[in-house]
């Protein structure tokens, strides 16, 4: 049984269509990313999700049962938010506690502080249950936001952006932590992100959200090597994929339609300059650290990985061959044409 299901979920706020017929399926324990950018209805599918919004059309069920008009307290699905959203005046045991003390859990005094000190074990958090919430790091509160969703145990876990306010090695650190805790409790997570770091090491599954639609849903893998669309192309890698305008090409060379090429710039082949059917390209550009080689083809810039230094000068002429097994063609509109 799917824990999570979305049946061409629309949901419009006046003339904005937000979230446009979506459909996805989520299995129980599974870890999934929407990864899209600003405005592409990524919080508005989780609040949908979450009861905060009602859909226009469309039906949500959680774990087989129809929760479409369900209260979000009766929804058993934890939400966290960007922004640490912690009770100030309480303490960090306050914190986890508050949502084990409503009147509807009936639970003992010993079982509410048990349930916490086992979440702020996890969490790494035990030394600083008597801190006042406003007397932690950023990185802690965070910590303590996914701990009060966590003393919960919700079936789902919605979570909008939460590591991109920390700085960057803190950002790692709790990604990590992330991994771990969703190994250990096998919870089910809906992870909304524009980080394409986070959304390959965390997902099972990503989903690719651009002007309300799902255009792609794959594991990292197959989202990287296989993009359903120009953009869903773009989305991933670091650095990105080229994208090659047709004209540089022998037009008889590449399917009818075709307007982009593109290629990741690890599939390029680097050689010594004048070899059979490769071009002779200049080099604009060398990084030794990062392998980059960033070349010029007839004024467009083709960015290549080399595994291993090598000194390329600028000004410099190498031979690359671009595979035509790694290439990828794409129409004006971005829909992809299969090789
Ligand atoms: N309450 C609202 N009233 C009107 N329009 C809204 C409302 N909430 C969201 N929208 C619009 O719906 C669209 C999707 O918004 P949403 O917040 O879901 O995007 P997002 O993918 O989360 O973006 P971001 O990455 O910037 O957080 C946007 O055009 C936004 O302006
Ligand atoms: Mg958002």
Same mark, same amino acid.
């Given at each position: 049984m799917s824990e999570i299901r979305l049946q061409h979920v629309t949901k419009r706020f006046g003339d904005i269509v937000a979230v446009d017929k979506v459909s996805i399926d989520v299995k129980e324990g599974e870890f999934v990313v929407l990864l899209g950018p600003s405005g592409a209805g990524k919080t508005t599918t989780l609040r949908l999700i979450a009861g905060l919004e009602r859909p226009d059309e469309g039906e949500i069920f959680i774990d087989g049962e $129809?929760?479409?008009?369900?209260h979000p307290a009766d929804r058993d699905v934890a939400f966290i938010f960007q922004q640490y959203s912690l009770y100030p005046h309480l303490t960090v045991f306050g914190n986890l506690a508050f949502p084990l003390?409503?009147?509807?859990?009936?639970?003992s005094e010993a079982q509410v502080s048990a349930r916490v000190q086992e979440v702020a074990q996890m969490l790494h958090m035990e030394s600083k249950l008597?801190?006042? $919430?406003?007397?932690?790091?950023g990185g802690e509160m965070q910590r303590v936001a996914i701990g009060r969703a966590l003393v919960r145990q919700p079936k789902v876990f919605l979570m909008d952006e939460p590591l991109s306010s920390l700085d960057a090695k803190l950002r790692e650190e709790l990604r990590i932590e992330l991994k771990r805790l969703h190994r250990t409790i096998g919870a089910t997570i809906i992870y909304v992100t524009h980080d394409q770091v986070e959304a390959t090491t965390l997902a099972d599954r990503i989903g690719i959200l651009e002007h309300g639609r799902i255009v792609q849903m794959g594991t990292p893998r197959e989202v990287y090597g296989n993009p359903a669309s120009l953009s869903a192309a773009q989305r991933l890698g670091s650095p990105p994929i080229n994208l090659l305008p047709a004209a540089l090409f022998d037009s008889t060379a590449l399917p009818e339609g075709t307007s982009t090429v593109a290629i990741r710039p690890e599939d390029i082949v680097l050689h010594a300059p004048d070899a059979h059917d490769g071009l002779n390209l200049r080099v604009l550009e060398y990084s030794p650290l990062r392998h980059l080689l960033i070349l010029d083809r007839e004024g467009t810039a083709i960015v290549a990985t080399t595994m291993t230094e090598r000194n390329f000068a600028p000004g410099q002429t190498v031979g690359a061959s671009l595979p035509p097994r790694s290439l990828l063609y794409f129409r004006s509109d971005g829909r992809r044409i299969p090789a």
């Amino acid at each position: 049984m799917s824990e999570i299901r979305l049946q061409h979920v629309t949901k419009r706020f006046g003339d904005i269509v937000a979230v446009d017929k979506v459909s996805i399926d989520v299995k129980e324990g599974e870890f999934v990313v929407l990864l899209g950018p600003s405005g592409a209805g990524k919080t508005t599918t989780l609040r949908l999700i979450a009861g905060l919004e009602r859909p226009d059309e469309g039906e949500i069920f959680i774990d087989g049962e $129809a929760a479409t008009h369900t209260h979000p307290a009766d929804r058993d699905v934890a939400f966290i938010f960007q922004q640490y959203s912690l009770y100030p005046h309480l303490t960090v045991f306050g914190n986890l506690a508050f949502p084990l003390r409503s009147p509807r859990r009936r639970l003992s005094e010993a079982q509410v502080s048990a349930r916490v000190q086992e979440v702020a074990q996890m969490l790494h958090m035990e030394s600083k249950l008597g801190n006042m $919430a406003t007397h932690l790091s950023g990185g802690e509160m965070q910590r303590v936001a996914i701990g009060r969703a966590l003393v919960r145990q919700p079936k789902v876990f919605l979570m909008d952006e939460p590591l991109s306010s920390l700085d960057a090695k803190l950002r790692e650190e709790l990604r990590i932590e992330l991994k771990r805790l969703h190994r250990t409790i096998g919870a089910t997570i809906i992870y909304v992100t524009h980080d394409q770091v986070e959304a390959t090491t965390l997902a099972d599954r990503i989903g690719i959200l651009e002007h309300g639609r799902i255009v792609q849903m794959g594991t990292p893998r197959e989202v990287y090597g296989n993009p359903a669309s120009l953009s869903a192309a773009q989305r991933l890698g670091s650095p990105p994929i080229n994208l090659l305008p047709a004209a540089l090409f022998d037009s008889t060379a590449l399917p009818e339609g075709t307007s982009t090429v593109a290629i990741r710039p690890e599939d390029i082949v680097l050689h010594a300059p004048d070899a059979h059917d490769g071009l002779n390209l200049r080099v604009l550009e060398y990084s030794p650290l990062r392998h980059l080689l960033i070349l010029d083809r007839e004024g467009t810039a083709i960015v290549a990985t080399t595994m291993t230094e090598r000194n390329f000068a600028p000004g410099q002429t190498v031979g690359a061959s671009l595979p035509p097994r790694s290439l990828l063609y794409f129409r004006s509109d971005g829909r992809r044409i299969p090789a």
